[in-house]
């Protein structure tokens, strides 16, 4: 049987994560950490099971959706059309993730002066 810790952080505006664990019945642990525009889905859901989903907003009136797109596709690694419908999400209902997903992506929102707010999704 093993016990396990997860988390994400941010490292120079880049999305990290990291697991950890050990056996409780032996003294071995292993710790692993890694980064890039997505997180494993494995480790993303037992995030969002223990802390609930963020919400990230547009906070006001974005006049052009190019620096949005930029946002997105910088931040996240995505073709031109998956940044389309994020950005259309963005700014009908918001994008939903864990909260570090969403910090990061409002980090790299806020260096084009898109306003932007985060929030515990309800």
């Not at 952080?9 to 032996?26: A, K, N, P, T, Y």
């Not at 292993?30 to 525009?37: N, Y």
């Not at 931040?75 to 994020?86: D, K, V, Y």
Request: include cysteine.
């Amino acid at each position: 049987m093993t016990t396990c810790d997860v988390g994400q952080f941010f490292d120079r505006s880049m999305l990290c994560w990291g697991i950890e664990g050990r056996c409780v019945d032996c003294p071995n642990g292993w710790c692993e950490e890694d980064g890039g525009p997505v997180t494993p889905e494995n480790i993303r859901q037992a995030l969002l099971q223990a802390h609930g989903p963020a919400r990230l907003r547009l906070s006001g009136d974005v006049p052009s959706l190019v620096p949005v797109l930029q946002a997105l596709r910088s931040a996240r690694e995505l073709a031109l059309g998956e940044a389309r419908a994020q950005a259309t999400e963005l700014a009908e209902t918001g994008l939903i993730g864990t909260l570090v997903e969403m910090e990061v992506l409002a980090v790299h929102l806020r260096r084009r002066a898109i306003a932007v707010s985060v929030e515990p999704a309800a």
